[in-house]
């Protein structure tokens, strides 16, 4: 069972939401569709669905061209951040309807919404109404109702953004495991890149309705092909300094220079563009080979354990997050560290040059 984009493309009103795009998924994925709002995540979705027709290109499901089938005549489930259940039906009621719409026996409705209930962990709940439910379980039931309908195709659009983060946290551990042995393909969007390498799976970084990778997900994080899937996969984004390599130093922008080590070491002499991400700075030098740079500190966000630092570099905005709770003073210089084997080099249009040292060893 495989899903095939084959050079789909959308445009609305002159504007192009999905670029010419090719992906294949395959049955018993979980495939992430990552990136910023509006960069085109629904709208791949709705093209997957039928919801939406290609303006170019061809969807085929199991090798049939469905591109111009109707959703109602194709094996689709989606459930979306505003999970929707009806409030005057049970909980068995509302996870039942869509077997009832297919004709099925009475039989196989029961077994059907009792294994699925067990698997949701709504067995106790089925008499109950939805509002009844915690929003947790209430996202369960529309789960369920998804599943139950035993899709070849599980659309999931957000599905946990409107929930707290207890409830986030908890659905997010469950939803591989609960899905593992469907044998569906379920495509799951998300702008989160710690949500992406939760479900784990296979991820595809989206930018400005363009697929930027797609392959398992450690991979992508690890070995980003260009600049762009390196900030999208990456929260807060990635930061980036222009350098000059000359012979065997490493010159920044800002008259400063360094011996080129790591992911540097070996690269033709020329301008490059440095990427490291914000978890990678330091306040403190944990190395002699560390990269040390000086830069103003803008502003500051604590959250619990860990602290934000918004910094000024010559100009370029960066991010660091440190651990711990630091009181720094707004506006003050500051001097930051960063190990060279957390690096990555791109060219200077974006193309992956060398991965960071540490990435090339996981």
Known sequence: MTLELKGVSKSVNGRVHIH??????????MNVLLGPTSSGKTSLMRLMAGLDVPEAG?????????????????????????FINYPSMSVYDNIASPMRLMGKTAAEIDAAVRNTADL????PMLERKPLELSGGQQQRCALARALVKDAGLVLLDEPLANLDYK????????????????GSIFVYATTEPEEALLLGGNTATLWEGRVTQFGPTPGVYRRPNDATTARVFSDPPMNFLEVTKAGDRIEFGDGQSAPAIGSMADLADGPYLAGFRPNHLELEQQGGDSLVFDAHLSVTEITGSETFVHLDHHG???????????????????????DPAHVYVFAQDGALVAPAAYAKAA
Do not use: C, N
């Not at 010419?20 to 994925?29: C, I, V």
């Not at 949701?120 to 067995?123: A, G, R």
């Open 58 to 82: 061809r969807i085929l499901w199991q090798g049939q061209d469905v591109t111009g089938m109707r959703v109602q005549d194709r094996r689709v489930a989606m459930v979306y951040q505003q």
């Open 316 to 338: 370029a905005r960066w991010v660091g997050l440190v651990h711990g709770v630091r009181d720094l003073k707004l506006g003050a210089a500051l001097r930051v560290y960063l």
């Open 20 to 29: 010419p795009t090719d992906l294949t998924l395959e049955a018993g994925t």
């Open 120 to 123: 949701m962990q709504l067995s």
């Open 167 to 182: 409830l986030r946290e908890e659905l997010r551990a469950e939803i591989p495991k609960i899905f593992e042995a469907a």
